[in-house]
């Protein structure tokens, strides 16, 4: 698939290091969870979570996305995909527990909206290292119930998400959706194990992607073989049981990176 090319219509700074970028070009095929790769020229080709379906919400970390932050309203990148396996939709009436760290409100902020659409309900545990890092409160609030959780106290529950979790009753939920920094997914899938809820989760991963159509095998992890950007990103918590999940990853060249 070669890249299309998008517009920047739109840029949206909800946080001092995370930007949301709205393009002319809708991806209305995309399901929540799933990504694309988006193609900064002359810099490099990085996977991006849909955060909405013109949409992509990313924090500068990198090359690329310094890149992206130096781009302004007409000007454009190209984009491949949606790539990868989504968020297992939610039906009418079910109860949906959705956590979600810093950036990784991305891809669930379209699982939100898709299940108060369809009449699911919907709680939240939205987490950030302080109140002005908090990104789609309101939309999240708009979907149903949310708990706010910050490292430093100054909105919500002083503390993690997980210091939110070990509270819940989680066998009132029919399925848990988590996305947010590694460690941070990592110790909530073994409270949820614990709690034995761990097969009812859901978890986005991010990893190193080239390809992004699950050939060339640099996502693959230890110790199933499991492509990230074809089986995933998004994948059950039974799966990434004594994985390499929450310990390392994989750099650009396969070398063994600590989360």
């Known amino acids: 698939m070669r890249p299309i090319n998008a517009k920047i219509i739109q840029i949206i700074e909800e946080t001092p290091s995370i930007r949301t970028f709205r393009f002319d070009t809708s991806l209305n095929d995309a399901q929540p969870g799933q990504f694309v790769m988006v193609w900064l020229r002359g810099v490099d080709e990085v996977p991006m ?35 990868g396996k989504g968020f297992t939709l ?8 959705i ?19 369809v009449g699911a309900k919907v709680t939240t545990i939205l987490g950030a290292r302080t109140a002005s890092e908090l990104v789609f409160e309101q939309r999240f609030s708009e979907a149903g119930d949310i708990h706010l959780t910050t490292d430093d106290g100054s909105a919500g529950t ?8 070990a509270d819940m009753d989680v066998s009132a939920y029919d399925r848990i959706c988590v ?40 996502c693959c992890m230890d110790h199933e073989g499991l492509r990230v950007c074809k089986d995933g990103p998004v994948l059950n918590g039974s799966l990434l049981l004594d994985s390499e999940f929450g310990n390392y990853k994989r750099s650009s060249s396969s070398q063994r990176v600590k989360v």
Do not use: W
């Open 49 to 83: 979570g849909c955060s909405f379906k013109n949409g992509i919400t990313v924090q500068k970390v990198g090359d690329a996305t310094s890149r992206l932050f130096e781009l302004k309203e007409g000007d454009s990148v190209g984009l491949r995909g949606p790539f």
């Open 90 to 97: 939610p039906a009418k009436d079910e109860n949906i527990l």
């Open 99 to 117: 956590i979600a760290g810093g950036v990784g409100v991305a891809p669930l902020g379209p699982l939100a909206d898709s299940a108060a659409s």
């Open 158 to 165: 002083c503390g993690f998400v997980t210091t939110v979790l």
């Open 179 to 218: 996305c947010g920094p590694e460690i941070m997914m990592f110790n909530v899938l073994k409270m949820l194990q614990k709690k034995g809820a761990h097969d009812r989760a859901e978890f986005s991963l991010h990893r190193y992607f080239k390809c992004a159509i699950g050939v060339c095998g640099a």
